[in-house]
């Protein structure tokens, strides 16, 4: 090969070294300047052997064989000259202008304190096989400082802290993964913490969201008085649905509280659309808003209960109100209603009407044709109907049969009572025609009541039998003939003693009972008037009086009888 090589120690880096001697020996140190102050001969010779020793590559000054030069070392300008080591296989060349190539069959090292690689325009790195980049110290920084940093793999990229540390991704203007193409992209950790100061929006074809196996939670900070929203929705209309699901098996299996606020469900629920809560088919509640109001409707249905309270509302503290527009019912569909009260107390159960004049309380029973259709039951006290109202009659009827009144006890009458063979009973006048009283006064009545033919136990039925049987066999007459002057308002007894029994004539006369309307009193064949004075005083406005009522009774005139005048007293009263 052609020779056109040269050798300058100066330009052989770190070359130059300084001795004191004629020798050349390992020791010797690495000039510091290229620049040497000597003053003799010996200091340059021993410059010159220093460099020598680093050049020819001898292990020792003492061996015969000097290092060797390759004539490559520096070569012409082009070709395939090399600077090569070893063997063939291990060099340096340039095999196109501009290029530097180090090729080696085996492994290039490069061990320096630092290794810096500037290259004005791009570089590349390749291996043939898995490849690595590491530090065994301090980090490992990846800066590309004008564009897009680039990880490419071809079957995937492995971003691993496989110590102690994390794996930190931070962009100034933010951060993108998988926008290059639809791909799917898997986050595998113990702890996922994703924080954010601004918004976080996850967007997908479908969102699925999995806690596993330990509790999870969605939270809103409101942060104090600023509203701040926890928003889940379907937006898009179309056939779509938000499912809320749980398959716990505790009493709280799902919960939705609101601590502080109020709580909406349906607040926009559209006309024509349900709310339903409750199993289909079993217990359900539906609310079902619509645009005309005759369809509108709240419902609460029990499908399949059979219980008495299949359907139960309760109120623990306080009251229950059903309440509906005016002119509108509560209406009932059961097989039966039965309103019971488990309090003991008074008016526990109360019909109560208390808005105008107008209003009635009817109890109706249209198709049943028992005899006990309507029936009003007390089993351990008594039934009250009155009225309060000033002439205000309480009135029971059958248009089309008979009023039965039955007493076990017997039936008690108070007040103005009357019967009526047609339907004018009362007005606010007072007895109608086609009526009979009963009894025009309280004190009518209990004079009929102390007649000694009657006790406290005496029915009415009984005290018209009473006085049937009286008048078919009482009344009485009695006779007296005066055997000596008897002087005005004197008492004569009517008496065994005074009274002639003789003909048939009683021989004494019970006046417990007798009265003008049932007496009559003759004086010689002369029918007399009766008095109106009381008994026991002198007799006025008539010609006699009778006594206090008596088991005897007296009798006195407001004349003197004479001898020989005959007193004949007639009475149809019970003795």
Do not use: C, W
């Amino acid at each position: 090969m052609a020779s056109f090589s040269q050798l300058r120690l100066q330009q052989i880096t770190g070359s130059f070294g300084t001795t004191s001697a004629l020798q050349i020996n390992d020791g010797l140190a690495a000039a510091t300047t290229s620049s040497l102050a000597l003053t003799d001969l010996n200091g340059i010779l021993g410059n010159l052997a220093s460099a020598v020793k680093r050049v020819h590559g001898a292990p020792s000054s003492t061996e015969a064989t000097a290092g060797r030069f390759y004539q490559d070392l520096m070569v012409g300008f082009g070709g395939v000259e090399k600077v090569q080591f070893r063997d063939s296989a291990i060099f340096l060349n340039s095999s196109v202008d501009g290029q530097l190539d180090i090729d080696a069959d085996g492994e290039v090292e490069i061990s320096t304190a630092k290794f810096d690689v500037d290259a004005s325009s791009d570089f590349d790195i390749q291996g043939g096989a898995a490849s690595k980049v590491s530090t065994t110290a301090g980090n490992l920084s990846v800066d590309a400082a004008a564009a897009n940093l680039i990880l490419d793999g071809h079957t995937g990229v492995d971003i691993d802290a496989s110590n102690s540390g994390k794996v930190s991704i931070d962009g100034a203007g933010g951060i993108d993964i998988g926008v290059a193409a639809d791909v799917a992209i898997d986050i595998d950790a113990d702890t996922l913490d994703i924080d954010a100061s601004g918004a976080v929006t996850l967007d997908g074809a479908g969102v699925a969201i999995a806690g596993g196996a330990n509790a999870s939670s969605f939270n809103v900070n409101d942060g104090g008085a600023d509203a701040k929203d926890l928003t889940v929705s379907v937006t898009g209309g179309g056939d779509s649905s938000l499912f809320l699901t749980s398959a716990g098996t505790g009493t709280d299996a799902i919960d939705i509280d609101a601590t502080a606020g109020d709580m909406l469900v349906g607040k926009s629920l559209a006309d024509g659309k349900t709310l339903k809560i409750g199993k289909n088919g079993a217990v359900e509640m539906t609310l079902a808003p619509h645009g005309t109001p005759a369809n509108e409707k709240f419902s609460v249905v029990n499908t399949a209960g059979t219980d008495n309270g299949a359907v139960f509302l309760h109120a623990v503290a306080g009251g229950l109100v059903l309440s509906g527009a005016n002119g509108k019912k509560v209406l009932s569909k059961a097989g039966a209603i039965e309103l019971s009260s488990t309090g003991n107390n008074a008016s526990a159960i109360k019909l109560h009407t208390n808005t105008g004049t107008s209003e009635t309380i009817f109890i109706h029973n249209q198709l049943g044709d028992d005899s006990k259709a309507v029936e009003i039951l007390a089993e351990a006290g008594g039934i009250d109907m009155f009225t309060q109202a000033a002439g205000k009659s309480v009135l029971v009827r059958s248009e089309q049969g008979g009023v039965q009144l039955s007493g076990s006890l017997g039936i008690g009458l108070s007040g103005s009572v009357a019967f009526s063979a047609d339907d004018n009973m009362r007005a606010n006048a007072g007895l109608q025609t086609g009526t009979m009283a009963f009894a025009n006064n309280p004190g009518e009545f209990a004079t009929f009541r102390a007649k000694d033919l009657f006790t406290r136990e005496t029915s009415v039925i009984g005290a018209l039998n009473a006085l049937a049987a009286s008048t078919e066999g009482g009344g009485a007459v009695g006779r007296k003939v005066v055997t000596a002057s008897i002087a005005a308002n004197s008492d004569l007894t009517l008496n065994n003693a005074t009274l002639d029994d003789a003909g048939g004539f009683a021989d004494s006369i019970n006046t417990s009972n007798v009265l003008p309307v049932n007496t009559d009193v003759f004086v010689n064949g002369q029918l007399l008037l009766s008095g109106t004075s009381a008994p026991g005083a002198s007799v006025t406005g008539g010609d006699y009086t009778l006594g206090s009522p008596a088991a005897t009774g007296t009798i006195r005139f407001a004349f003197t009888l004479e001898q020989d005048d005959v007193v004949i007293v007639k009475t149809s009263a019970a003795q």
